[in-house]
């Protein structure tokens, strides 16, 4: 019996690519069965020419985010029984040519999810990209599975994860990397790692992420993800810190007030602050660690 083949669907989130978005979608037809250009409040030309090109075209009316796009591609896999969809950047900078690579650890049943990382003299990442892709490795990897590279955009996940992310993905931003990486983790997903290029001298004039808004964004997201997974950790540890600093000004208040016989009211009302902040955080920990438990039993009940 011959098995059933695998219906593979591109998908490239876009927003103001006309420049690239054809040749992207016209290698990528190469490679899939079919490709859709998720076009996020585009005011360009790059609805026209992907469609031109041969893709399906399904727009936003504004810009909601690349998140958003990638949950809308995600949700059109599902309602046309794909059974692998591949992520690419619309600006040309990932090379569609290598999406056989990273479809096969996928394809052979040996991760859920695949994940390009770049790496090395083909990668052309500039240095202050580098050092802003290593910080949120790291932050991403307190809360999941550490990866080479936790930012890359081309990805492949088969279809068990596609319904995994489509239904719990809340990030509207470029925050959707990261995020799908604690989620893989969270629900036990295997992930793989296949070495990608990456061109991005062409890019130099033509990228409109803000290194200066975009990293802080994504990693404060970050954070609060990791901080919501892990309370007690991230909110109740920091927390304790502050209580036990509040008590150890506390106590030099009342040592220095022993022996001058003056009260340091601002360093009273510091130590009053630290313990009630800390408390808070404490408190605040508790709950957050305790109520999913409670919400996810109601839900099963």
Not at 119 to 145: C, H, N, Q, S
Not at 151 to 161: D, E, L, M, S, V
Request: with cysteine; net charge positive; proline share 3%.
């Amino acid at each position: 019996m011959n098995e059933k083949k695998m219906k593979i669907l591109a998908a490239i989130p876009c927003f103001n690519e006309e420049a690239t978005i054809g040749s992207v979608v016209i290698k990528a037809k190469r490679h899939v069965d079919e490709v859709v250009v998720i076009d996020d409040g585009s005011v360009d030309d790059t609805a026209r020419i992907a469609q031109e090109a041969g893709a399906k075209v399904i727009k936003h009316k504004e810009n909601k985010g690349k998140a958003a796009a990638v949950k809308t591609a995600f949700k059109y896999a599902l309602e046309n029984d794909f059974d692998i969809v591949v992520t690419l950047d619309g600006d040309g900078q990932h090379n569609a040519d290598e999406i056989p690579n990273l479809l096969e650890p996928v394809l052979d049943g040996k991760a859920d999810m695949a994940i390009g990382f770049r790496f090395g003299r083909l990668t052309e990442m500039p240095f202050w990209r580098k050092i802003g892709k290593r910080v949120l490795d790291y932050a991403t990897g307190i809360g999941a599975k550490k990866v080479t590279d936790s930012q890359c955009g081309f990805r492949a996940f088969n279809k068990k994860t596609i319904e995994t992310f489509a239904k719990r993905i809340r990030g509207n931003g470029f925050s959707v990397e990261s995020e799908q990486l604690v989620l893989a983790n969270d629900h036990d997903l295997k992930v793989a790692e296949v070495r990608i290029s990456c061109k991005y001298k062409h890019l130099k004039n033509t990228s409109k992420k803000n290194p200066f808004s975009h990293g802080p964004s994504v990693l404060s997201y970050v954070i609060w993800l990791i901080a919501e997974r892990r309370p007690l950790l991230f909110i109740g540890v920091p927390g304790i810190i502050l209580v036990l600093l509040g008590f150890f000004f506390g106590i030099r208040t009342i040592q220095y007030y022993n022996k001058t016989g003056i009260f340091l009211i601002p360093q009273a009302l510091a130590t009053i602050l630290l313990i009630i902040l800390g408390s808070l955080a404490v408190l605040m920990s508790l709950l957050l660690n305790v109520l999913p438990h409670i919400v996810e039993k109601a839900r099963e009940e």
